[in-house]
């Protein structure tokens, strides 16, 4: 079982929105005290860091997500939501949360320094 679970996706065409959400199924991993991205990945393709949130205090967007998808922290329900509007084809991919805990990572868009995946949530983006 992942320690991290998606939710929220969907088909959508361009210029539609939609929400992610990524929770923990372990009851000891808070997530406004890791170190949390999104990442997502199309075939064929690397995987790509969308967003992050650093201890709920520190944010970062890929050039390609700023100004179109914003990410927060709900404390309450321990969720991280990725708001993604005016999508478009190539926001297509699997879309993962990932989260590490015990170092921050070197930077924040490296998947390898994350320990903590989830199963991933498909994006489907027609024109």
């Known amino acids: 079982q992942a320690e991290l679970e998606e939710s929220g996706g969907g088909s959508v065409h361009a210029g539609g929105s939609l929400r992610l959400s990524c929770t923990s199924s372990?009851?000891?991993?808070?997530?406004?005290?890791?170190?949390l991205a999104w990442f997502r990945q199309s075939p064929g393709t690397e995987r790509e860091a969308v967003a992050g949130?650093?201890?709920?205090?520190?944010?970062y967007y890929s050039d390609s997500a700023k100004g179109r998808f914003a990410i927060s922290l709900d404390q309450a329900s321990n969720t991280v939501n990725l708001q993604m509007n005016n999508l478009k084809p190539n926001d297509t991919g699997m879309y993962y949360c990932?989260?590490?805990?015990?170092?921050?990572?070197?930077?924040?868009?490296?998947?390898?320094?994350?320990?903590?995946w989830g199963q991933g949530t498909q994006v489907t983006v027609s024109s």
């Open positions: 990932a989260a590490v805990a015990w170092r921050r990572p070197r930077r924040w868009s490296l998947s390898s320094d994350y320990t903590y």
């Open positions: 372990l009851s000891s991993l808070k997530l406004s005290e890791v170190y």
């Open positions: 949130v650093f201890h709920a205090i520190d944010i």
